[in-house]
């Protein structure tokens, strides 16, 4: 049974860095680009970040760029989200998702996901 684990959300003062973690289970982490999502209240699930089977490689959302990193930790089947300079319209609930094949940016291509955790950013 494929389990994703999202840890680490919380209440960040605008401005503030929080790091967001995934654990998977069940799943050949390997064979696996891993994703974040993510959703704010009244908007549709956005992509985020992803990175590849091997962690080499990634992808982030234009409006993350440059303030957001994301990482994995092959050895404990965990992969990171570093979100630095957050902001007000950062609030969302964080999603974690597999795919068992190269990253994407659309969610209805991932095959697995965890259930949220939220992150929320205010002065």
């Known amino acids: 049974q494929v389990q994703l684990v999202e840890s680490g959300g919380g209440w960040v003062p605008t401005g503030g860095s929080l790091r967001l973690s995934c654990t998977a289970s069940?799943?050949?982490?390997?064979?696996?680009?891993m994703g974040w999502f993510r959703q704010a209240p009244g908007k549709e699930r956005e992509f985020v970040a992803a990175t590849t089977r091997s962690g080499g490689s990634a992808d982030y959302a234009d409006s993350v760029k440059y303030h957001f990193t994301i990482s994995t930790d092959s050895a404990n089947n965990m992969v990171h989200l570093q979100m630095s300079r957050l902001e007000p319209e950062d609030t969302a609930v964080y999603y974690c998702?597999?795919?068992?094949?190269?990253?994407?940016?659309?969610?209805?291509?991932?095959?697995?996901w965890g259930q949220g955790t939220q992150v929320t950013v205010s002065s």
């Open positions: 069940g799943l050949t982490f390997s064979a696996y680009a």
């Open positions: 998702a597999a795919r068992g094949g190269d990253y994407s940016r659309r969610g209805s291509d991932y095959d697995y």
